[in-house]
């Protein structure tokens, strides 16, 4: 893979909008006037509103709706119709049917807090691990893993990654130091994959 610096962010700011398919998080309202954190996949046929607390699948063909209380998620990703989740607190890798089942939970000590996800064209599941400065590639299985880069390729505290499926692109966000300042950056690193 070779690597090129793709831009800066103010440090205060999170990178989830990347490549064509939509990946956003932003706060929503729960019934009880809480705050929880969402976060939103689409294929251009499903779209998926997740939280810590439930998930909802949108049909954009008929725009039918369901509830997926079992589905609980820090990010989420679609990819062939199966919904892809980190567990930031559990430190998992979830893979459910569009109906919410329960496919495979992957769990492994190079995954420590891990916040965005993705998948390539082939199925294969790239998490970014927070808290141990890594990108893993979780097998499309989910019984194996292999981390792919680390603090020793640049990997700061990431928060989001993307991969274009078609080119091979990946961009990975991570935070950056500069020469003489204390203050650290956001920033995002491209790959070709």
């Known amino acids: 893979m070779s690597k090129t610096d793709f831009l800066s962010l103010d440090d205060n700011l999170d990178l ?58 820090y990010r989420v990703a679609l990819f062939k119709g199966n919904i892809y989740s980190t567990d930031y607190s559990e430190n998992k890798v979830c893979c459910y049917k569009s109906s919410g089942e329960p496919l495979w939970t992957f769990q492994h000590d190079d995954i420590v807090n891990p916040r965005g996800i993705t998948l390539d064209k082939n199925g294969f599941v790239y998490v970014v691990s927070k808290s141990n400065n890594r990108v893993v590639v979780v097998s499309p299985d989910g019984k194996t893993c292999k981390t792919i880069l680390s603090e020793a390729d640049g990997i700061n505290t990431p928060k989001a990654i993307d991969i274009d499926r078609e080119t091979g692109i990946m961009i990975v966000s991570s935070k950056i130091r500069v020469d003489n300042d204390d203050r650290e950056y956001e920033t995002a690193f491209v790959y070709k994959i």
């Open 16 to 73: 989830d909008i990347l490549f064509g398919e939509y990946t956003d998080t932003d706060p929503i309202v729960d019934s009880d006037d809480d705050f929880v954190l969402a976060t939103v996949a689409s294929d251009g046929q499903l779209l998926v509103v997740s939280s810590v607390k439930k998930s909802t699948i949108v049909n954009l063909n008929d725009m039918s709706q369901t509830i997926l209380e079992e589905v609980v998620a």
